[in-house]
């Protein structure tokens, strides 16, 4: 360590912190390309088995190599698992951004950095660890052309002495990342050892921050969003895929295919119980998921805003010809390419309607992984019975990072494949149209290809009842009636929001996906901080249920919590409330492309409610890359 | 006593595989091809409730309605029927697929699907009624106008025409053939002889539009068509159900056994001609266009490659109707995927 650094940390010393444990945010700025997936994952992983809640989000470019990437991982005790806004520890490996990086930490904060860059000379306020990085991994790893990669994993040990983090468990976590590449394992197990040594030999502690070990994580997994919800999609039964390659929605599919591969392949024969195809386009895939539902396979697809842009035609075809669809939007931030690897909740207004004339979708929206996973099952189900596409809401920041979660469950009874025309149903009808509502509740019954029942024309042309082409007014009103009525019988089956009613809160927040975390945190911090109490109405669906209106009717303020500009959602809902109801409307917006974090829930709201707000002057971290086209 | 109705070999009637009356208009080709497309299901004993039939959009796109009333149909969006046809046969391998474009819904909105559905070989006929013209749009130009053919209003096509024969051939289809909606005969002969394929058939067929394309002038009116139709061979198709031996002097004829055991004659017209050389199928087509005419027939195929059905490796059974213990793993692997996460 260099005097002058010395000097700095004496100064330091003067302005002790208590100790903070378990209750920080450590933020890893990188390069893309440069193996820090896996030591972030390392670290992430040890928190966790060291028994401590803990959640990871990767901000990316879209870029393979080459670009700034920031990875923040949050340790809380008290189970907060969304974006924290402030950075408290800084990891700066990125020459790039490292200057930037520094300047905008809140002071007190601490800072490893890689020596070379003097980062210590740029303030006097924040604790500086200087590793020189590039020394370190040469003796860990002979092999000059790995060492690029193998140096990330020194970080890693140098935090593990620095925080607190058990040797064993990080080792553990790296096998479990590296799995069986025994050579990668010797390497990097080296270079994390290398890191704390030099760390051990080096540092005094400066920092308040510590990781303890808790209780509070036994039996708890880590996975993204997209690979829950093919575990979904796989449970439920699917059978046909087809899909486009797009961020954020590539992995989902691709966790399909390795799972599947796995679980789905017929012991005996060898073969595949599944048709995974990768399509030339959105378009032909939403085409093929048409083709295979209504010749009666459980099929699906997924992609994002773009993908969606490009799937509308073929939606009004499904809604009108009454094919099931399931289809995985992961949402990114738009319009057009937008920023591809960033997160937004922008597509519910596009979603909702997409098609011309009129027409109206069912949406899930799921906010955790857990419901990532049953809400995929729900879909199939749900798309089946109503005979329509069924479109599920993620966002980038559920489907591709890591959240924590309890175990999932394995689904118990049968799965509903809607009203399928049968012999003795058919004899019980004495006759049959296509689109005929026998039973009141806007769904006819259907025929599949093959089954030997009475045949029909599916069209996106005008139709009547039998599904005879037609043209005649009364035809296409009583039709389109039907349509409504069935989507009015959708309220009834889609999953219900999660309420907590406090009858001491005059304010009432709506959020729904993966503003959840930030919103249950920023309840916390109103009541804790400022006393306000609040209720909470998690909408988990489209169309709205019936106790909407109620939770508006409860509370003098509703607050609509959401991640895009034009306040979507709540303009959907102002479709179905009074007046008077909509006046009761507000808006938190989030929609800088980062995952919503409480901090700035509970300051709008506030704002909004006439508290003096202390003006914060932190600035968001992470913020990305300019220019470099 | 009543006279016997005649059956197929399934013992259905030639009624079984009508459809509804058509209503384009009278003279149109495209009725004429629906006709043969009843007579090859019917004479190859089809099972109208296997079949689907699946369109686009166009004046072409409505006619499935006009055949084998018994079978499912799909009538999907503009240019996009091969992807709906794709899925449902992942859905159900063992149903057989009938498509039915049109130049413009081939040529123009739906060529991205069309070059993609070739790639794959699904097994499916394709089939192209082709007039060179949007019919239901009051006839404007579609890509498979020649150059020099001329409008109705006397507007001159400058554009060359996407030959979808050529292009089938170079991305992969498996049988790929040219027909005349006039010609009876060898109409029927391929559309039978594709029902045998297993793996993609593009068929084109020249199918003039009375109402806008059928005037001097025309590269695709009846007359024109008539005299420029340039047959490659003479195409006899004898089923594999069907006990014929077929005599031909050695070299006149080639024979091609086709997936389902049956044979595919072919007697050359055009000295030389292999329908299983690619290049040489490809230079045929350049030669006669050059010459302002149509080669007709069988211009390729190969009836041994594997069909994208098969290369995906499916169970036999249709993937549609897999019962629940096939298609949801047990609870232990749900345990073994979160027991990998921890």
């Not at chain 1, 990669?149 to 990342?177: S, T």
């Not at chain 1, 399931?326 to 596009?350: C, K, Y």
């Not at chain 2, 006990?243 to 050695?250: G, L």
């Not at chain 2, 040489?280 to 030669?287: F, G, H, K, M, V």
């Amino acid at each position: 360590m260099s005097p002058t650094d010395l000097a700095v940390q004496e100064k330091q010393a003067t302005a002790h912190r208590q100790r903070v444990v378990n209750d920080f945010s450590i933020q890893v700025a990188t390069v893309n390309g440069s193996g820090s997936q896996t030591a972030n994952m390392v670290l992430l992983r040890s928190i966790l088995l060291m028994g401590v809640p803990v959640s990871g989000k990767n901000m990316f470019p879209s870029n393979i190599a080459g670009l700034p990437t920031w990875y923040t991982i949050r340790a809380s005790k008290r189970h907060y698992i969304a974006r924290k806004k402030e950075v408290d520890f800084l990891v700066a490996m990125n020459p790039e951004t490292a200057k930037e990086d520094v300047l905008t930490l809140e002071p007190g904060s601490a800072v490893v950095y890689d020596e070379p860059l003097k980062l210590n000379a740029l303030r006097n306020d924040l604790v500086f660890y200087p590793v020189p990085f590039d020394k370190l991994v040469a003796p860990v790893c002979p092999d000059a052309k790995l060492r690029r990669l193998v140096k990330n994993m020194i970080y890693p040990g140098v935090l593990a002495k620095i925080l607190g983090l058990d040797m064993k468990l990080m080792e553990q976590a790296l096998g479990k990342q590296l799995g069986k590449k025994a050579k990668a394992v010797v390497l990097n197990a080296g270079a994390l050892k290398a890191g704390w040594d030099y760390a051990e030999a080096t540092f005094t502690k400066q920092d308040p921050f510590f990781i303890e070990p808790m209780n509070e994580t036994a039996g708890k997994i880590l996975i993204e969003g997209n690979a829950a919800a093919a575990i979904g999609c796989m449970m439920a039964g699917v059978t046909v895929v087809a899909w486009y390659p797009i961020t954020p929605s590539s992995s989902l599919c691709e966790s399909l295919i390795s799972y599947m591969k796995k679980y789905r392949v017929d012991k005996t024969t060898g073969k595949a119980t599944f048709a995974i195809v990768q399509a030339e386009d959105e378009i032909a895939s939403l085409g093929m998921v048409i083709g295979a539902s209504w010749a009666g396979a459980r099929s699906m697809t997924a992609t994002a805003g773009p993908g969606i842009s490009l799937m509308t035609e073929f939606t009004g075809l499904a809604y009108y010809a009454e094919a099931p669809a399931v289809i995985f939007n992961v949402q990114r931030v738009g319009p057009s390419t937008g920023l591809p690897t960033r997160t937004a909740q922008g597509d519910l207004l596009m979603t909702a309607f997409l098609s011309h004339g009129d027409t109206k979708h069912i949406m899930l929206i799921p906010s955790s992984v857990e419901e990532a996973y049953t809400m995929a099952m729900q879909a199939f189900d749900l798309a089946e019975h109503f005979q329509t596409p069924v479109f599920v809401m993620m966002d980038l920041d559920l489907g591709m990072n890591n959240w924590m979660s309890d175990a999932f469950t394995y689904p118990t009874g049968p799965i509903n494949r809607g009203k399928l025309l049968t012999e003795a149903k058919l004899k019980e009808l004495g006759s049959w149209g296509r689109y005929t509502d026998v039973d009141g509740d806007g769904i006819p019954y259907r025929t599949i290809p093959g089954d030997h029942m009475p045949a029909y024309f599916a069209r996106g042309s005008g139709h009547n009842a039998k599904g005879q082409y037609s043209e005649r007014p009364d035809d296409y009103v009583e039709n389109m009636d039907r349509l409504n009525r069935k989507f009015e019988t959708a309220r009834t089956h889609v999953p219900r929001p999660v309420v907590q009613t406090n009858p001491k809160a005059k304010i009432g927040f709506i959020a729904f996906g993966t503003s959840h975390f930030a919103t249950e945190e920023s309840r916390d911090q109103l009541r804790e901080e400022t006393k306000v109490e609040t209720s909470y109405y998690r909408l988990r669906a489209y169309p709205f249920t019936d106790d909407l209106v109620k939770f508006v009717d409860a509370h003098e303020h509703v607050y609509v919590i959401e991640q895009n500009r034009d306040a979507q959602m709540r303009q959907l809902m102002k479709l179905e409330l009074s007046p008077e109801r909509q006046t009761k409307l507000r808006s938190v917006l989030h929609y800088n492309g980062l995952p919503i974090d409480a901090r700035s829930i509970t300051d709008d709201v506030l704002a909004q409610e006439g508290f003096e707000v202390a003006k914060k002057t932190s600035r968001v971290q992470g913020a990305g890359m300019t220019g470099g086209e | 006593m009543a006279t016997p109705v005649k059956v197929n070999r399934i013992g259905l009637e030639p009624q079984t595989y009508k459809g509804s009356k058509t209503t384009l208009c009278a003279g149109c080709g495209h009725n004429a091809i629906s006709e043969r497309i009843i007579d090859a299901f019917y004479e190859m004993g089809v099972d109208p409730r296997q079949v689907i039939k699946l369109s686009g959009i166009g004046c072409s796109s409505k006619s499935p309605a006009y055949f084998l009333g018994g079978s499912h149909g799909f009538n999907a969006v503009h240019g996009r029927m091969p992807s709906v046809g794709t899925g449902a046969m992942l859905a159900n391998k063992k149903l057989i697929a009938i498509g039915i474009s049109g130049d413009g819904d081939t040529g123009a909105i739906g060529i991205g699907q069309f070059v993609h559905l070739m790639r794959r070989n699904l097994p499916i006929v394709y089939i192209i009624e082709d007039n060179g013209c949007y019919g239901l749009t009051k006839g404007q130009f579609s890509p498979t106008a020649d150059l020099g053919s001329k409008l109705k209003t006397g507007v001159v096509n400058d554009l060359p025409p996407i030959d979808t024969c050529a292009l089938a051939i170079e991305l992969g289809a498996t049988f790929v053939a040219r027909s005349f909606s006039g010609d009876k005969k060898q109409l029927l002969s391929l559309l039978k002889a594709a029902l045998a394929h297993r793996g993609t058939v593009m068929l084109d067929v020249i199918s003039p539009c009375v109402t806008f394309n059928d005037h001097e002038g025309s590269t695709k009116s009846y007359a024109y068509v008539k005299d420029h139709d340039n047959p490659l061979e003479e195409v006899s198709f004898v089923p594999y159900f069907e006990d014929i031996a077929v005599d031909y002097e050695p070299g006149s004829t080639q024979e091609v056994t086709m997936h389902d055991g049956s044979k595919l004659y072919l007697k050359k017209i055009e000295e030389g001609y292999d329908a299983t050389d690619k290049i040489n199928a490809l230079r045929r087509l350049q030669e006669t266009a050059r010459r302002g005419e149509f080669a007709t027939g069988i211009i390729y195929i190969e009836p041994d490659r594997d069909d994208f059905l098969t290369q995906l490796n499916l169970v036999d059974e249709p993937l549609a109707t897999l019962p629940l213990d096939r298609v949801r793993p047990g609870k232990e692997a749900l345990d073994e995927i979160m027991e990998g996460l921890r």
